[in-house]
């Protein structure tokens, strides 16, 4: 008798700092370089069945220091570099407004994470945030979502939780490979 496979969750990456190295305003395609574990943890979540999004704040465009074609190139670097035979990402959100703009896509929007719960038909317990910046925690917090946070990136995300008063609500790894164990015990335990 085979076991019933779970219900695929989604979970929703940062980019910069969380599955690349962080280069400020990047916009060069030969500086993405893969953070340790990304490719192996990726590969693990999509073998367990889990349905996986970018969704990545690029205030360069904004600003007008680069055009939006230049993140869409280096995403498809990231993508070439991770050398999935099918598509990792099911669906990629660039935002590119800066702080001073008016705020769509802009973590900590829930606006795109809404959106995918909406067109999956699934709830907020459904559905995990991951990166290396509050934001990023903070928009799984305005989604009602699973949000877990890893420190690859340059921010202190443990001070900063402890800054925003939300230390006890999200986890927080030191490296991906915690990371993937962590998103595949909670997604499990949550099915």
Same mark, same amino acid.
């Given at each position: ?7 695929? *969750?989604?979970?929703?990456? =940062?980019? =910069? !700092? ?5 280069? #400020?305003?990047?916009?060069?395609? +030969?500086? $993405? ?9 990726? @590969? ?13 704040? /690029? ?11 230049? $993140? ?25 407004? @800066?702080? /001073? /703009?008016?705020? &769509?896509?802009?973590? %900590?929007? #829930? ?12 709830? %907020? &317990? ?5 990166? =290396?910046?509050? +934001? =990023? ?15 690859? !990136? $340059? ?13 006890? *609500?999200?986890? $927080? ?11 595949? /015990? ?6």
């Amino acid at each position: 008798m085979s076991t019933p496979r779970q219900a695929s *969750k989604l979970i929703v990456f =940062d980019r =910069d !700092g969380t599955l690349i190295r962080h280069v #400020p305003y990047l916009c060069d395609p +030969t500086q $993405v370089e893969l953070l340790p574990g990304v490719r192996e943890g990726l @590969s693990q979540l999509k073998l367990a069945g889990h349905k996986l999004f970018l969704h990545t704040n /690029q205030s360069g465009v904004g600003r007008g220091y680069f055009p939006i074609e230049a $993140v869409i190139r280096c995403n498809e670097e990231l993508i070439r570099k991770l050398d999935f035979d099918t598509n990792v990402f099911e669906e990629i959100c660039i935002s590119p407004e @800066s702080p /001073q /703009q008016v705020m &769509a896509y802009r973590k %900590p929007s #829930p606006r795109f994470g809404c959106e995918l719960l909406v067109r999956y038909r699934l709830a %907020p &317990a459904d559905m995990c945030y991951v990166g =290396d910046n509050l +934001t =990023d925690l903070l928009t799984a917090s305005n989604i009602g979502c699973q949000g877990v946070g890893v420190n690859t !990136g $340059v921010h202190d995300l443990d001070h900063e939780l402890t800054q925003a008063g939300l230390t006890d *609500k999200f986890a $927080v790894c030191q490296d991906f490979a915690q990371v993937t164990a962590w998103l595949l /015990q909670t997604m499990r335990d949550s099915a």
